[in-house]
């Protein structure tokens, strides 16, 4: 296909899919808990999906399928999922214990405003003041065990013990970043709606929001079994690490860099992306134009190295939107790598052949 | 008392930092013009309003001090766009990872405060409360903006919203000491319905978290016969239970230590006793860490007094305060200062104070 017309079919980013991320991040959806994000996608996806279905674990499982005959079965995945908290204990008076939910480190906790249970109650973590404090304790985080959620005193019965928390971010805009909470991942979970309404016609479109990435992969392992594609697309985001070091060396440690467009894995924690794969969004993406970065191989993970193992295997790989400040109450994104995010993967489909399949590994 | 904490709300909505006291000097100005009879701004920028007593000339008079200003921080360095600062006022560093901030630049931009990740900081720095030094704000901008936008010494605020929370509480930032403001206005406005005697200053200060400056310079200019300074203190919640706390919405918290005059002391805590407001008693047994402390030695010296507003995690963004404590401050307040007879200081004895647990 020429470059135009691979252009013109990838889904534009505007003000009503911007709008749509906006109510993604906001909306609540701590790992076990994906309601509030499965009610938006199903709303926008119901009436347009070939087959739609909610498994047995919460992943919406959605199918669009080519006009081709025996077309290549794809796999995208993106996890609804966010870290947050439970509440684990009724202290009185309106305090609460909690637990977290997927990795948050702990210094991102105190003095926060947060959102408690299906109500969506307002709370906040509270930390003992400065005036209080000894200087040795002043040097130490503080643990969790001694932070409370308080929804102040009075009615405590608006909480229940076994309700989720999040933060109570809302999403904004300036200048070229979005900030909120949750992009990771609800930037994926906004680029495979788009998908899911724009589907590359070669191929049959297997689109899984999944569940519970945050805690172990624990959707997407079902997903992948469940839809049994022939090749799996993960849309993550990955922290952008690249800020300047304390000393002014030079950081070479950054994961990846904002404004740096998608990121392409190719070795993280629980998968070896396909190298077929890999090449297919590099050519795609210099064919296109399109800026993209290699993620620095290490640590962490996505949804494909659930996927990739299932059955005999799926060749798989992920792409990540570059995002500062993961797994804290505010992340920044540049709209940016998101449109150009959405655009190399879909044009990467567009492109995709079941030959690639044949080809060495 | 809706409409105490609408005008609440929107004192803590605002910034006014120490030093940088405008904002919020104009929103006070409009919430007490109409309850008094003089307004005028002090040298240091002191909010000095008088509401006249009907006494005989020359009438003594109470000065209420409440500061208005609040902490936050200040650009110290900008690098590769994004802002090192450092804070004014007592600012913990382990809670601002995550915090939304407003940076005051050529323009206000929106900001968060980032905590970058372990292996770009110095050893001493990894896996503990990392220090301010080392934080960073993020506005989101390009590195070229930034630079046209910001200079060194822009200030940087805290722009949490305002939350209201169960049991009719409030949550935000600076309601250390905007909650005090509030009761002062109270405080008025309850005096405008009866006949008071004295007259009454009403005193939003300047620079209370960094030099006391306000509490210093405004009872020299005004030379009242009686000082009292509003302010929030130390709630019990996590991680806060011992002495030096005191209970949520269980009433308003007289001072009681060497920076009170125990006979003002006695007053307030007689008149809360008439009245059945509910009150608690704090001890001070060294500075008050209030405007009292500037007060008390201005001049030949002021008789003193504090009163304080129970507050939960002061100086975080999210201090939690109870309206019900606020407005039984502005009424205490009010009521105490109804009862002043104009012969009151004559009868001041340092012998017949009693100090009776309450």
């Known amino acids: ?361 | 008392m809706i409409e105490l904490k609408e005008t609440l709300k929107s004192m803590i909505s605002l910034p006014g930092l120490s030093g940088y006291e405008k904002p919020i000097r104009d929103l006070i100005t409009t919430a007490w013009e109409p309850l008094v009879d003089e307004i005028s701004t002090s040298r240091l920028g002191s909010l000095h309003a008088l509401r006249r007593g009907n006494g005989d000339l020359p009438r003594p008079a109470i000065l209420l001090a409440a500061h208005m200003d609040a902490i936050g921080m200040i650009v110290t360095a900008i690098k590769d766009g994004l802002l090192r600062f450092t804070g004014i006022g007592g600012i913990d560093p382990r809670i601002l990872p995550g915090q939304l901030v407003t940076v005051h630049g050529r323009s206000d931009m929106p900001g968060v405060i980032v905590q970058p990740a372990d292996y770009l900081l110095p050893a001493s720095q990894q896996r503990c409360s990392i220090a301010m030094e080392y934080l960073f704000v993020d506005t989101g901008l390009m590195a070229d903006e930034v630079n046209q936008l910001v200079r060194v010494g822009d200030l940087i605020s805290f722009s949490q919203e305002p939350m209201e929370l169960s049991g009719n509480t409030l949550a935000g930032h600076s309601l250390d000491n905007r909650a005090s403001v509030a009761a002062v206005t109270q405080c008025l406005l309850e005096l405008s319905h009866v006949q008071h005697a004295w007259d009454v200053w009403a005193v939003a200060t300047v620079q209370e978290e960094e030099t006391l400056a306000g509490s210093i310079t405004s009872p020299y200019e005004i030379k009242p016969q009686i000082a009292v300074a509003i302010d929030v203190t130390f709630a019990k919640g996590p991680g806060a239970s011992d002495w030096r706390t005191l209970s949520l919405a269980k009433g308003p918290c007289l001072g009681w230590g060497p920076n009170i005059h125990p006979y003002i002391y006695k007053r307030f805590a007689d008149t809360a006793e008439k009245l059945d407001i509910p009150c608690q008693k704090e001890y001070m047994p060294r500075h008050s860490g209030t405007d009292a402390y500037g007060m008390q030695v201005v001049g030949e010296g002021i008789p003193t007094m504090v009163i304080s507003i129970p507050l939960r995690y002061m100086h975080t963004p999210v201090e939690l305060i109870a309206m019900k404590d606020i407005e039984r401050t502005g009424r205490l307040l009010a009521e105490t200062i109804a009862r002043l007879e104009l012969d009151f200081l004559d009868t001041i004895s340092w012998d017949e104070v009693d100090d009776e647990e309450k």
């Not at chain 1, 990121?263 to 993406?285: C, H, K, Q």
């Not at chain 1, 939107?321 to 449109?339: C, F, M, N, Q, S």
Request: some cysteine; overall charge negative; aromatic content about 6%.
């Open chain 1, 1 to 361: 296909m020429k470059k135009n017309e691979l252009w013109q079919a990838t889904p534009q980013i505007g003000e009503s899919q911007i709008d749509l991320l906006s109510r993604l991040s906001n909306a609540f959806a701590v790992s076990g808990d994906e309601g509030a994000v499965r009610k938006i996608v199903l709303e926008e996806l119901k009436d347009i999906a070939d087959e739609l279905k909610i498994d047995a674990l919460g992943n919406i499982l959605v199918t669009r399928k080519s006009r081709q005959k025996n077309a290549l079965r794809v796999m995208v995945a993106a996890h609804m999922d966010e870290v947050g908290f439970m509440i684990v204990n009724d202290d009185g008076e309106g305090l609460f214990t909690f637990e977290i939910v997927g990795g948050i480190d702990n210094r991102q906790l105190v003095g926060k405003p947060v959102l408690v249970g299906k109500k969506c109650v307002p709370g906040i973590i509270g930390a003992k003041p400065i005036h209080l404090a000894d200087k040795d304790e002043l040097k130490k985080p503080i643990s969790v065990d001694n932070l409370r959620i308080d929804i102040g005193p009075g009615n405590s019965k608006k909480v229940k013990v076994g309700e989720r928390a999040t933060f109570a971010t809302r999403f904004f805009q300036n200048g070229p970043s979005m900030f909120g909470k949750a992009l990771d991942n609800r930037l994926g979970v906004a680029t495979l709606i788009e998908y899911v309404k724009h589907p590359p016609e070669n191929i049959d479109l297997l689109a899984a929001f999944t569940v519970q990435e945050e805690i172990g992969l624990r959707g997407a392992k079902v997903a992948g079994y469940a839809l049994d594609p022939e090749v799996a697309f993960v849309i993550d985001s990955t922290p952008a690490n690249d800020l300047p070091t304390w000393d002014e060396e030079e950081n070479y440690r950054y994961n990846v860099r904002q404004g740096a467009g998608p990121a392409i894995y190719r070795l993280d924690a629980g998968t070896l992306s396909d190298p077929r794969l890999i090449n297919l969004l590099v050519e795609t993406a210099e064919l296109l134009e399109i800026p993209y970065q290699f993620r620095q191989p290490g640590k962490g993970g996505t949804d494909a190295g659930a996927i990739h193992t299932n059955r005999s295997g799926i060749p798989s790989v992920s792409i990540s939107v570059p995002g500062r400040y993961a797994h804290t109450a505010v992340l920044i994104a540049h709209l940016e790598d998101w449109k150009n995010s959405v655009a190399l993967v879909h044009a990467a489909m567009q492109r995709i052949e079941r030959k690639i399949l044949s080809e060495e590994r």
